[in-house]
């Protein structure tokens, strides 16, 4: 048997590896079937072993294509996710495991989706979608894994067992608390109860026909334009409140000691909804961008 807390997720976009505190994910192994459209003389019923049943079939290069939800800290934000945007062809190292002893390793991984949002009682926390070549290694594990402290190996020593189950060995991964972030427009403070940063590109492979024996990995992979986009609620107190204009300089996203900047927005909606008796009113928006500043 196996509990949901033996699982952990590590990123590696260069050098460094981190592991974050994940909640969910996973890359499902699919089976491309190359199947063909022809009639092939199946019998209708006798003999069982001839009956027409599927199609002919030869199979592809399999595909793995996952996600990863986690509570960001700030090591992660740093080293992981704002190095994989700004360096967007960067095949990275994903790993996952599932319970104790499992080693999922994913080496070459190209993201197609960064999200990272914040909103009121929660964390900082990320879903990233990605494309991965193959997977190069996978052990299911085994049984109960004796870790009660919830930490994992990597956090731990043969002599000293740290206080902090969230923070071992002083690695900092705890996560950013929602309290901890803030949003800059054109300079000034905009009081948002929730936001979302979004990212987004196509990750398209190139397959060849090479003579191959079997079916081969692709042999160029491809980015596509990369969208960026802003959605927030923020409050709105007076008439000299910041107030939706079409275009913005700047909007700046402060994570804990680190911050996204986005530069030459323009609005996309904006919306001020009658709401109950018990909510603020505030106004949502959303403001894709065209400019990332590094």
């Known amino acids: 048997m196996a509990l949901g807390y033996e699982g952990y997720v590590s990123l590696k976009v260069n050098a460094i590896e981190d592991v974050a505190l ?78 104790a002893e499992n080693v999922q390793t994913f080496l070459k991984s190209y993201w197609n989706s960064i999200n990272l949002s914040a909103g009121e009682g929660g964390a900082l926390t990320s879903s990233i979608g990605f494309v991965a070549m193959q997977r190069d290694s996978y052990t299911r594990g085994g049984g109960f894994i004796d870790n009660k402290q919830g930490m994992q190996g990597f956090c731990t020593t043969t002599t000293e067992v740290y206080p902090d189950p969230l923070n071992p060995n002083n690695e900092n991964i705890i996560p950013i608390p929602y309290w901890n972030t803030f949003v800059e427009i054109n300079g000034s403070l905009v009081e948002f109860t929730t936001w979302s940063l979004e990212f987004s590109q196509e990750v398209v492979k190139f397959f060849g026909c090479f003579n191959n024996a079997g079916p081969q990995e692709p042999k160029y992979v491809g980015v596509g334009p990369m969208t960026v986009s802003f959605t927030g609620d923020y409050m709105f107190v007076d008439t000299a409140t910041f107030n939706s204009p079409s275009t913005l300089n700047s909007l700046y996203v402060t994570m804990g000691g680190d911050q996204i900047k986005l530069e030459d927005l323009e609005l996309t909606t904006d919306t001020d909804s009658l709401q109950g008796y018990d909510s603020i009113v505030p106004i949502s928006i959303e403001y894709s961008a065209y400019t990332l500043v590094a």
Do not use: C
Not at 37 to 57: A, D, N
């Open 22 to 99: 994940g909640t969910g994910g996973g890359t499902p192994r699919a089976r491309q079937r190359l199947e063909s459209s022809s009639g092939y003389g199946g019998e209708i019923k006798t003999p069982v072993s001839e009956m027409g049943i599927g199609l002919p079939r030869n199979y592809d290069w399999e595909v793995y294509d996952g996600s990863m939800d986690l509570e960001v800290h700030e090591d992660f934000l740093t080293n992981q996710i704002k190095a994989w945007v700004f360096d967007r062809q960067k095949g990275a190292e994903v790993n996952f495991q599932t319970r």
